[in-house]
């Protein structure tokens, strides 16, 4: 049974953290509004500091929020064909897929598209209100913020309006020989939405947030003095939360198991980070070949019917002309799944043996690894839209095929391969071999 943890520790408000990447705990001076300051041993971002972003943040998220409304429920597409016409809102790909009893699919869209995008605008409300509340109101504490925080860091990935985006107007090319896309209220809506998201994620500033929850942010044991916090940090006997980046000295640490400030459960490194994000990333392989193989979608057209693999779908593009869109799909579906399992592959053997490049050339690959894979999504978003759309009986029907869920498979396994391998342990190596 652990002790209670006011007997066990000593909180002190201090200007620590320690970076993402490398572990490294720095000092952080005061910032001016602009400036920003980056890790010396790799580079990465510790700290950026933005001029009023409080209001900012509140009337983003607030605008966010109504435009997500508007987006789902006015008219989103429509499309027009021998004087055929059909129209479709923000999830109506889920309700398509529904009906063909595609039920993980259909889970995902809804997920990706919907409900984090919903859920992830709600946190983001609460904790703009809540913070320009705590900046008005002597001694107001919102309840929560650690869970909220926590939900916001942990879907933030998985919130894919901007690759939805990006995915309707590759669809609008591809249906350029079949029929004309009107644009609806909702999709104005839409695009704005995905404008003020990326402004909003921006202008949120972590570090306040939790400053205000909670001022201390270094936790040590009762024996430890606390007088002698310089002389600790100098020996790196912390750990760092994953959450609320409060830096806990590893003697409290043994005693306690959850971070004194957010609740979180804390570990000095992702526990076997290196085989579950190996067994992820061998079942995204072994999906990689179907997801390549089969056709993703088949498209019929007065009666005749055609079968579409991803490669096969990128060589129509470039018959039609659309070199751009063409790269962008081979880039986004080929390419990017590839070079993300071949990179994946090479990092988790330097953080189990060891690698032979630079260690600052093995970060920089893990950071770009996690920020692309998530575009592979495009492909199946396409897909999605292409079947809710095109339902004009002989004229022209497009639907889903087996590769479908396979490359969606592929796509969610990497992005999780990413989310759970832990990059510090590449330091790790790294120090372990240097000495």
Same mark, same amino acid.
């Given at each position: 049974m652990s002790k209670p943890a006011s007997d066990i520790f000593q909180a002190k408000a201090t200007r620590?953290?320690?970076?993402?990447?490398?572990?490294?705990i720095h000092h952080l001076p005061k910032l001016s509004a602009g400036e920003q300051l980056n890790c010396f041993r790799c580079g990465s971002c510790l700290l950026k500091e933005r001029k009023d972003w409080s209001r900012r943040s509140l009337a983003l998220s607030l605008t966010g929020l109504i435009l997500f409304g508007i987006a789902n429920v006015f008219p989103f597409i429509g499309l027009e064909a021998a004087g055929l016409h059909t129209d479709s809102n923000l999830i109506?790909?889920?309700?398509? !897929? !529904?009906?063909?009893?595609?039920?993980? &699919?259909?889970?995902?869209i809804f997920l990706f598209i919907f409900l984090i995008p919903f859920v992830e605008l709600c946190c983001l409300v609460y904790l703009a209100i809540s913070y320009a509340l705590g900046s008005r109101v002597k001694h107001y504490r919102a309840r929560g913020i650690p869970q909220i925080m926590r939900t916001v860091i942990m879907i933030h990935p998985w919130s894919m309006l901007e690759i939805f985006l990006l995915g309707v107007l590759v669809t609008s090319i591809k249906l350029g020989d079949i029929a004309a896309l009107v644009p609806g209220i909702g999709s104005v809506a839409f695009v704005l939405l995905v404008l003020v998201l990326v402004a909003l994620h921006m202008q949120l500033n972590p570090e306040h947030i939790w400053h205000r929850w909670n001022p201390n942010n270094l936790y040590l044991h009762r024996d430890q003095k606390a007088e002698k916090v310089a002389e600790h940090i100098k020996t790196n006997e912390f750990i760092s939360c994953h959450c609320c980046e409060a830096l806990i000295?590893?003697? !409290?640490?043994?005693? #306690?198991?959850?971070c004194?400030?957010?609740h979180c459960k804390i570990h000095f490194r992702i526990p076997g980070s290196i085989e579950k994000s190996?067994? &992820?990333l061998l079942a995204a392989i072994i999906l990689y070949l179907p997801a390549n193989l089969l056709p993703i979608m088949e498209t019929t057209q007065l009666g005749r019917t055609q079968a579409d693999t #991803?490669?096969?779908?990128? #060589?129509?593009l470039i018959h039609l002309g659309s070199w751009p869109i063409a790269l962008i799909i081979f880039i986004a579906s080929v390419f990017v799944p590839i070079a993300k399992i071949v990179t994946m592959g090479y990092l988790l053997y330097s953080a189990k043996y060891g690698g032979s490049y630079k260690i600052k050339n093995s970060t920089k690959m893990y950071r770009i690894t996690e920020f692309i894979g998530r575009w592979s999504m495009i492909d199946v978003f396409v897909v999605c839209l292409l079947v809710a759309l095109v339902q004009f009986g002989l004229l022209a029907n497009i639907e889903p095929s087996g590769a479908t869920l396979a490359f969606a498979s592929v796509v969610v396994l990497t992005m999780l391969a990413a989310e759970i391998f832990d990059q510090r342990l590449l330091w790790d190596k790294h120090n372990e071999s240097a000495q």
């Open positions: 620590h953290k320690a970076c993402e990447d490398c572990g490294y109506s790909s889920v309700y398509a !897929l !529904l009906q063909r009893e595609r039920w993980v &699919l259909a889970s995902m000295s590893e003697p !409290l640490a043994r005693h #306690i198991d959850k004194p400030r957010c190996f067994a &992820l #991803i490669m096969s779908g990128v #060589i129509h």
